[in-house]
């Protein structure tokens, strides 16, 4: 059964930094898509950055190109996600998701995890 759990969100100021992380079970990392989505109330989840495939196809939301890094530990079956230069508007809960090989939208994703907040707030 295909399981993950997020964990590193937290408060931190504008301009600073936070590194999320994915613990994932029940399946082997490189053979499906993963990724993570963010979401503000009363707006729909979005999508931040997703490794897409055996190969490593990654994409990442124009908002946080150049800010945000994901990265994949196939062994330690983690997935992380580097977030520098926080702004207010990075302010969401924080999802880590898994999804078939080739997912390339939000809907394609079909197990999460229970979510991290992340606040950036002076």
């Known amino acids: 059964q295909l399981h993950v759990v997020e964990s590193g969100g937290g408060l931190v100021q504008p301009g600073g930094s936070l590194l999320l992380s994915c613990a994932a079970s029940?399946?082997?990392?490189?053979?499906?898509?993963i990724g993570w989505f963010r979401q503000v109330p009363d707006k729909e989840r979005e999508g931040v950055s997703w490794?897409?495939?055996?190969?490593?196809?990654?994409f990442y939301a124009d908002s946080v190109k150049g800010r945000f890094t994901i990265s994949r530990d196939n062994a330690k079956k983690m997935v992380y996600l580097q977030m520098n230069s926080l702004k207010p508007e990075d302010t969401a809960v924080y999802y880590c998701?898994?999804?078939?090989?080739?997912?390339?939208?939000?809907?394609?994703?079909?197990?999460w995890g229970q979510g991290t907040q992340v606040t950036v707030s002076p």
């Open positions: 998701a898994v999804g078939p090989v080739g997912a390339s939208m939000v809907v394609d994703f079909e197990t």
């Open positions: 029940g399946f082997p990392l490189d053979s499906y898509a």
């Open positions: 490794i897409s495939g055996t190969r490593g196809e990654i």
